[in-house]
């Protein structure tokens, strides 16, 4: 009898040995799942919060000061976001921690109708002063292709053409890029880059446009606009208008002529801006700048994290200002007439 007990007893521990084992290699088995699920599909904004401000043992740089420093413009909102200013960054410094990123930066324009003409100053120009020492990828959207010029890419940088229809009216191809953009960053940037600009062609660089501009979202302060009260910002004023922005609000008045951000932040502002177009236009309503007006509409309740001093896109006209001290980027002189479909 104390055998046969004895035997039962064995057989029960051995059972539960087993059973425990099973219970877990499942449990761990399952957790290595979720770890392997969690690296392959890690959404790009998951991406931008690991950023780390890294700066490398040994690397030299110019002594920041607390008190020494530009005193002529103001390079803080009132939310906090830094605006970039010439003085306000040391270029060598941010580059070196950007770098260690392994960055792409996916940049597009618009090339339609005549403006062709600006796309080879603008690509030779990009590749002297554009992120240079940076992976970027060029997506240039034209009803031309054929009219692309030959421009010789630097290391690391690609340019990628893509066909789109001919549009009837300048307005048009301005909203109309909203859309596009949404589905480019849905369908083909999400493993491909980590920061998106959108930029017109009919500019120029001329000085350095670099790492300091790299936020989550980015805005730039609209050259015309910056020394001026918000009661003469060019708003939409119409409360019919999905970009409406009443009397006494706004904060900046911001360029659609250049903006950025990372991949989710970028998305969702072309997401939002097309579908309060599209809201404005079953109403038979054109907000009175178009995809700028949504834009800023949209920027007013959805902070920017960076804001572009006027040194990034300045004026088409020889106009100068103290305050600007650098122009590295800049509309190019035309004939609105001459180069648009309609005016």
């Known amino acids: 009898m104390p055998h046969r007990q004895n035997l039962v007893f064995i057989a029960l521990v051995f059972f539960g040995t087993v059973l425990s084992g099973l219970i877990y290699l499942h449990t761990n088995q399952n957790s290595c799942k979720q770890q392997i699920i969690g690296k392959v599909f890690i959404k790009p904004e998951e991406k931008h919060k690991n950023f780390g401000l890294h700066s ?42 950007y770098k260690q990123h392994n960055l792409t930066i996916a940049t597009t324009v618009f090339v339609l109708g005549k403006y062709t003409r600006f796309l080879k100053d603008f690509l030779e120009s990009a590749e002297e002063h554009y992120f240079v020492g940076f992976r970027v990828h060029y997506y240039l959207f034209t009803d031309q292709p054929e009219a692309v010029p030959e421009v010789k890419m630097g290391e690391n940088h690609l340019l990628t053409v893509r066909r789109v229809p001919s549009m009837d009216r300048w307005q048009d191809i301005s909203m109309g890029r909203m859309e596009i953009l949404e589905k480019l960053m849905e369908n083909e940037l999400a493993n491909e880059a980590d920061y998106i600009f959108c930029l017109d062609v009919d500019t120029k660089f001329y000085g350095r446009w670099g790492s300091e501009s790299l936020s989550r979202l980015v805005g730039v302060i609209h050259p015309w606009f910056f020394d001026y009260p918000r009661d003469q910002f060019t708003y939409e004023r119409r409360p019919e208008s999905q970009a409406f922005i009443p009397a006494g609000e706004g904060d900046y008045y911001y360029t659609a002529a250049a903006f950025g951000g990372s991949l989710a932040d970028v998305h969702h502002l072309t997401k939002t801006c097309r579908e309060q177009m599209n809201i404005d236009a079953t109403n038979s309503i054109e907000a009175i700048w178009h995809e700028e007006s949504h834009l800023n509409k949209y920027f007013l309740y959805n902070k920017p994290s960076k804001l572009l001093s006027p040194e990034y896109l300045w004026r088409d006209i020889s106009i100068s200002v103290g305050q600007v001290k650098i122009i590295r980027f800049s509309h190019v002189a035309k004939n609105n007439a001459e180069v648009r479909p309609n005016v």
């Open 56 to 97: 490398s043992p040994g690397f030299l740089y110019n002594q920041p000061s607390v008190l020494v420093g530009r005193t002529d413009v103001v390079s803080m909102t009132p939310w906090l976001a830094p605006i970039i200013w010439e003085g306000t960054f040391d270029p060598t410094l941010i580059d070196s921690i």
